[in-house]
């Protein structure tokens, strides 16, 4: 099965908070990565998380990380049109200064005007 | 500072012809990966290299495939006699020496189409 999961799909209305999920299974990761693509481009470091911590703000981004249950989240305040895009969790299952990142498939973030 | 350059963006190749994707990494990164992305799929690591050495090439398949980063110039990713299934994006990513995470910088992608 995939080391990193995530749903597929997730459609807010816009003003709406989005809530992306993602579960992994290495336990040894010590940063874990949230990535936007958007049609056509590559990918965008949108922000990390080392593993000593639960939560991380940055915005209107928000990352909470479960190293228990190995979930990791992130919440986008406020949904613009401009966050429709495809979200990617990755992990650095070898620890610091690791290189090989594990992606999952991405959740499709559809925003409603 | 120009980010990580992919050239070409598209490519479309022939059954048994080869494939030359080009990556040039942002101005004082080092280090150099390949990923590829298959449709409705997540990135798959393929090669990391450095200036004139592979460091891990693990993930890219052991026949057809090959990688370089050489001295001077873009890195290359190279396949030869290109197999439908080998359509797909390849993302490219750099980042500076000495780094702490794995924090990487990807390019814009080429998408490979083979007929």
């Known amino acids: 099965g995939e080391d990193v999961e995530q749903s597929l799909f997730l459609s807010v209305r816009e003003g709406d908070s989005s809530v992306i999920n993602c579960t992994y299974t290495?336990?040894?990761?010590?940063?874990l990565y949230w990535y936007k693509q958007e049609p056509g481009a590559g990918l965008q470091l949108l922000t990390y998380?080392?593993?000593?911590?639960d939560m991380k703000q940055d915005q209107r981004l928000t990352v909470l990380l479960n190293k228990k249950d190995k979930h990791l989240s992130l919440r986008i305040a406020d949904t613009q049109t401009g966050d429709s895009a495809i979200y990617f969790c990755?992990?650095?299952?070898?620890?610091?200064?690791?290189?090989?990142?594990?992606f999952g498939k991405g959740t499709k973030l559809s925003v409603i005007p | 500072n120009a980010g990580v350059m992919q050239n070409p963006r598209h490519l479309v190749r022939r059954r048994g012809q080869e494939a030359r994707l080009r990556c040039s990494p942002m101005?004082?990164?080092?280090?150099v990966y390949w990923y590829r992305q298959l449709p409705e799929e997540g990135l798959k690591f393929m090669v990391y290299?450095?200036?004139?050495?592979?460091?891990?090439e693990s993930g890219m398949p052991k026949e057809r495939f090959s990688a370089e980063f050489p001295k001077e110039g873009p890195s290359i990713l190279r396949i030869q006699q290109v197999v439908r299934g080998d359509s797909a994006a390849y993302f490219c990513?750099?980042?500076?020496?000495?780094?702490?995470?794995?924090?990487?910088?990807f390019g814009p992608g080429t998408r490979l189409t083979v007929t």
């Open positions: 290299l450095q200036k004139e050495n592979i460091i891990d």
């Open positions: 998380i080392f593993s000593n911590m």
């Open positions: 990755a992990e650095d299952p070898s620890g610091a200064g690791s290189y090989q990142l594990t």
């Open positions: 101005k004082g990164h080092s280090h």
């Open positions: 290495d336990s040894s990761s010590t940063y």
């Open positions: 990513a750099s980042s500076p020496p000495g780094r702490e995470r794995g924090e990487q910088y």
